[in-house]
Nanobody, 120 residues
Framework: QVQLVESGGGLVQAGGSLRLSCVAS????????MGWYRQAPGKQRDLVAT???????NYADSVKGRFTISRDNAKNTVYLQMNSLKPEDTAVYYC??????????????WGQGTQVTVSS
């Protein structure tokens, strides 16, 4: 299995910035995707951004232009740079890892979550 440890959450004012980090360890697949999901109280857990080992990124429409996902493959770490934060970005942010064997995902791991609170 892959273990994920998130860091970087906190409380910021609207318009501010925050950077989340997630370090993966364990059985890393050469073909993989890492990403961030978030869940606000009483809401579903939704995709924020993902990035493949090749660097292909995907973003939710609500964060396009404000958030940037990146990764350091040598460190098995994914980052989420969050700029122009809005109160509606407030949520628990979860790191996710999917490992693939060919076309099939064979592992799916989640971090414990880190709280991001954006005050108005």
């Amino acid at each position: 299995q892959v273990q994920l440890v998130e860091s970087g959450g906190g409380l910021v004012q609207a318009g501010g910035s925050l950077r989340l980090s997630c370090v993966a360890s364990g059985s890393i697949f050469s073909i993989n995707a890492m990403g961030w999901y978030r869940q606000a109280p009483g809401k579903q857990r939704d995709l924020v951004a993902t990035i493949t080992n090749a660097g292909t990124a995907n973003y939710a429409d609500s964060v396009k232009g404000r958030f940037t996902i990146s990764r350091d493959n040598a460190k098995n770490t994914v980052y989420l740079q969050m700029n122009s934060l809005k109160p509606e970005d407030t949520a628990v942010y979860y790191c996710n890892y999917k490992g693939y064997n060919g076309a099939y995902a064979v592992t799916n791991s989640w971090g414990q979550g880190t709280q991001v609170t954006v005050s108005s």
